[in-house]
């Protein structure tokens, strides 16, 4: 079916509370992904014997490098697809069927998701059907859905991104970066924003190095150097996407051709370099 890997931080504090609502939505999903926590931080084997997931340490120390962790995830994993997920983003009952469908219509896909930003302080009940939906109520109640660029979880097949930069997580653009990658290799990016609620349950940025603690400011980790230093692996702002580069959209279990004015200058700003190397190797 389909293996999750993520890389928690610590178990403290805040974060510790709002990583176990994330681990306890994932273990009330039908059927039941395989998941992986990858990382040495405290808490982080203890959590995945918790919930009965596995534990794979890493071998760097430090920032979590997306080379590692895809190439330690895609060596471990017992299914054909993959899900990285950060590791406080609640999924609800309506994750799985939307997977499924497309993991039916498409063989390589890249499936991604705007998430829904909430201000959560404790221990949510979520082992319940209706806890669930009063949850996925509120989240869409407050409006509050981050843009096209927040995007926390990704499903695809093993097969794709066999090379990837040392992105540092956490610090921006590598998530822009598998989209743009995803076309690269003529898989179909689908946004499913309309049917998926990713509940992401908001908290500061004090882990990335020039951020104050207590701001919760997504922007400031673009602005710092370790951002900008993922810009560059990235190759720069032409191959930084977003779900506004979808191929499709998925609502109401229907796919859509895109066809925002984003995708289209996109597309035809393609076309147009596509044509000028044409024209340029025929001389």
Excluded at 54 to 62: A, F, I, T
Excluded at 69 to 90: G, V
């Amino acid at each position: 079916m389909i293996t999750f890997f993520t890389t928690p931080k610590a178990f403290q504090g805040h974060i510790g509370i709002i990583q176990t609502n994330a681990l306890t939505s994932w273990s009330c999903l039908t059927p039941k992904p395989e998941v992986i926590l990858l990382g040495n931080d405290q808490g982080v084997k203890e959590a995945a014997e918790q919930f009965q997931f596995r534990h794979l340490p890493l071998e760097s120390p430090g920032i979590p490098v997306l080379s590692e962790i895809f190439e330690a995830a895609r060596a471990a994993a017992s299914h054909d697809y993959l899900c990285f997920i950060n590791a406080d983003i609640i999924l609800l009952d309506d994750f799985m069927p939307t997977f499924m469908q497309l993991s039916q219509q498409f063989e390589k896909f890249l499936m991604v998701s705007s998430r829904w930003n909430l201000d959560i302080q404790t221990i949510l009940p979520l082992e319940n059907v209706t806890d669930r939906t009063n949850l996925r109520n509120k989240a869409v109640q407050t409006h509050d859905m981050y843009p096209a660029g927040g995007t926390d979880f990704f499903v695809f097949h093993k097969d794709m991104f066999q090379t990837v930069p040392p992105f540092l997580l956490g610090r921006g653009y590598w998530d822009n970066w598998l989209m743009y990658q995803a076309k690269q290799e003529n898989a179909p990016v689908i946004d499913v924003t309309a049917d998926v609620i990713a509940v992401h349950q908001n908290h500061d940025y004090s882990h990335i190095k020039g951020v104050r603690k207590g701001d919760n400011d997504a922007e400031a980790v673009f602005k710092a150097a370790e951002g900008k230093r993922n810009l560059e692996l990235a190759g720069g702002q032409k191959n930084i996407y977003t779900n506004y580069d979808a191929d499709y959209v998925f609502i109401k279990g229907q796919f859509y051709k895109s066809w925002n004015l984003k995708f289209i200058f996109r597309r035809l700003k393609s076309s147009m370099r596509r044509l000028k190397i044409r024209l340029i190797s025929q001389k």
